[in-house]
């Protein structure tokens, strides 16, 4: 491995750790869990921590991205951290105009839609990265033995965010551009890769462990539009940790059809959301890839009973892979009791030991 020195996965503890031994497809002590979004409005101590803060300004903060990144783990004892950041801080950094809208996402001064717009993207400079890695390396220093998943948005979901100008339902501009204008559609999905696959690298060398690409709107693809126009930058995205030796998660939404093309992308494990069983996901896999998933968000509310029995159906299914990480299908939704999660946690390492 390249990993630097001192890097935590060079330590037994992390690299002996739940998540690391389950994304290698080998047993661990426990089947790990963490949420995707568990940093975030569901936690008072965050809401405290963000007041007066926009959203990416507390990213850009590193104390502020450390200590939000290590609240989820001290109060609900989830067997990861996922670096606190967004999909879009690397645009922010290389000079793009985009703010996030607190209850609306990502949204772009100018959209990006011409081949001009594409060639007038400002590249991303390796030192606008250092408030990354002094964030991830303040993390690391306090998370001890539980691993740090750091992640990046995928060049599909970046480039569907850059070409809508914010967020969108059917994402018919970028999946438009794909065939008006491949050139310009090429070009950007490059740069959206280049971009990303900076950001992991910068993420996995300050000390993350693991990452995750998410690629949440790839479900609104068909599979020759995923195969023939975003696999491949997937793939390079994927690429610039790959000589590092970290496990490599590939997540999306409504993307049961192309779980095999986003494992083949190049990821040691495969996330699913809500829609399908793990068992069909992982005979979807060959059965030879280690699954993440799916507990639905809509039953964190629901009766304790109701929520156990969903939880021990997930675990039973789950087990039909190789390997099987719990998480819920998408993020938390902002309304949930934290002390639902909390218990969710106790209750899978308890059913699972
Ligand atoms: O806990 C974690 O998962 C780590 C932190 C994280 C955030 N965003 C924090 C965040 C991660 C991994 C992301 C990724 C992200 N951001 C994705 C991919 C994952 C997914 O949810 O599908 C996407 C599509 C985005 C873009 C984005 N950023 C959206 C759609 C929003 C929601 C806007 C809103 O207010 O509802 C954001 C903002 C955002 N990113 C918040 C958080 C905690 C909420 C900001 C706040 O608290 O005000």
């Known amino acids: 491995t390249a990993l630097p020195a001192g890097h935590p996965l060079r330590s037994e503890g992390v690299a ?5 031994r389950t994304l290698r497809g080998l047993p661990a002590a426990h089947t790990p869990v963490w949420f995707m979004r568990q940093a975030g409005r569901s936690m008072p101590e965050y809401r405290a921590a963000r007041e007066g803060t ?27 951290a996922i670096f606190f950041s967004d999909i879009v801080v690397p645009m922010k950094l290389s000079g793009v105009g985009v703010d996030i809208v607190a209850g609306r996402g ?18 991303l400079a390796d030192a606008d990265l250092d408030p990354i890695r002094e964030a991830v390396a303040r993390t690391v220093a306090e998370l001890g033995d539980t691993p740090l998943i750091g992640f990046a948005g995928a060049p599909f979901t970046i480039a569907a965010y ?29 740069w959206a890769a280049r971009t990303s696959g900076a950001f ?38 994927l690429a610039a940790v790959a000589e590092l030796g970290v496990p490599r998660i590939h997540f999306g939404t409504g993307t049961g059809e192309l779980l095999a093309a986003m494992r083949d992308a190049g990821a040691d ?30 039953l964190l509310p629901a009766p304790r009973e109701v929520l156990h029995e969903h939880t021990r159906d997930v675990l039973r299914r789950g ?5 099987h ?25 308890k059913e699972t030991r």
């Open 269 to 298: 494990a495969v996330g699913v959301d809500y829609r399908i069983p793990l068992d069909e996901a992982s005979r979807r896999l060959g059965g030879r890839t280690v699954v993440q998933g799916n507990i639905d968000p809509a």
């Open 325 to 349: 990480v719990v998480n819920l299908g998408h993020g938390v939704p902002p309304e949930t009791d934290p002390d639902v999660l909390s218990e969710l946690v106790t209750f899978i390492h």
């Open 16 to 20: 002996q750790s739940p998540l690391v």
């Open 319 to 323: 087990r039909s892979a190789p390997g």
């Open 54 to 80: 926009g959203m990416l300004e507390a990213c850009l903060t590193p104390e502020l991205a450390a200590e939000i990144t290590l609240q989820p783990v001290r109060r609900h004892g989830v067997d990861a």
């Open 200 to 237: 992991l690298r910068a993420q996995v060398e300050a000390g993350a462990s693991a990452v995750q690409l998410f690629d949440s709107w790839a479900g609104s693809l068909s599979l020759g539009d995923y195969e023939a126009h975003v696999q491949r930058h997937s793939a390079d995205a």
């Open 106 to 123: 990502p949204v772009l001064e100018h959209p990006v839609r011409t081949a001009a717009d594409v060639a007038a993207l400002p590249e």
């Open 162 to 190: 850059a070409v809508e100008g914010g967020p969108s339902r059917d994402h018919l501009r970028p999946r438009t551009m794909m065939h008006a204008d491949p050139q310009s559609w090429e070009a950007l999905a490059q």
